[in-house]
């Protein structure tokens, strides 16, 4: 990709596969973000091609601070790409499978917040309208532990509409 610097493979499976990117400009700008890729195999078929440009159209609409933001939807030689915003932190995934290895549990104060911002975003995109005020019916089909982000500085964003 020659617009981001794919630093790192993050994740892979479903439709798509997600990599630690940076994008650089002039004078020793530097934005650490995400770039979702579909997969190489799927990139021919018309039918998963337009999965994947629905749920960008569709994150794209949603402008809340517990929703992961996108940036850009692109395609580079055949191979559609999402920018999106890189949150520093964890899955709740990751943190309740380190929280397993301690021993230890989620503090009621923490796993309560946590829901409650989730819950916030969750909320926003459900309800969210168009610029007539009719109802854009979205619903986010795959909230997991995976797609529960927790960043290190406490925020909580939901992600892969």
């Given at each position: 990709?020659?617009?981001?610097?794919?630093?790192?493979?993050?994740?892979?499976?479903?439709?798509?596969?997600?990599?630690?990117?940076?994008?650089?400009?002039?004078?020793?700008f530097s934005k650490t973000l995400?770039?979702?890729?579909?997969?190489?195999?799927?990139?021919?078929?018309?039918?998963?091609?337009?999965?994947?440009?629905?749920?960008?159209?569709?994150?794209?609409?949603?402008?809340?601070?517990?929703?992961?933001?996108?940036?850009?939807?692109?395609?580079?030689?055949?191979?559609?790409?999402?920018?999106?915003?890189?949150?520093?932190?964890?899955?709740?995934?990751?943190?309740?499978?380190?929280?397993?290895?301690?021993?230890?549990?989620?503090?009621?104060?923490?796993?309560?917040?946590?829901?409650?911002?989730?819950?916030?975003?969750?909320?926003?995109?459900?309800?969210?309208?168009?610029?007539?005020?009719?109802?854009?019916?979205?619903?986010h089909r795959d909230v997991s532990?995976?797609?529960?982000?927790?960043?290190?500085?406490?925020?909580?964003k939901v992600v892969d509409f």
């Amino acid at each position: 990709m020659k617009r981001y610097k794919l630093l790192t493979r993050i994740a892979a499976g479903g439709m798509g596969e997600v990599f630690l990117a940076r994008s650089e400009g002039p004078h020793g700008f530097s934005k650490t973000l995400v770039v979702k890729r579909i997969l190489s195999h799927l990139a021919s078929d018309p039918q998963f091609v337009e999965m994947f440009l629905d749920e960008a159209r569709l994150a794209a609409l949603l402008t809340h601070p517990n929703i992961v933001q996108i940036y850009e939807l692109g395609e580079e030689e055949g191979a559609w790409y999402i920018a999106m915003e890189y949150i520093h932190g964890r899955t709740l995934r990751a943190i309740r499978r380190e929280l397993l290895r301690k021993r230890e549990l989620l503090s009621p104060i923490f796993a309560a917040r946590i829901c409650s911002q989730a819950l916030q975003g969750l909320h926003y995109a459900h309800t969210l309208a168009d610029e007539g005020g009719a109802p854009l019916n979205v619903v986010h089909r795959d909230v997991s532990p995976d797609n529960v982000l927790v960043g290190f500085n406490g925020q909580v964003k939901v992600v892969d509409f």
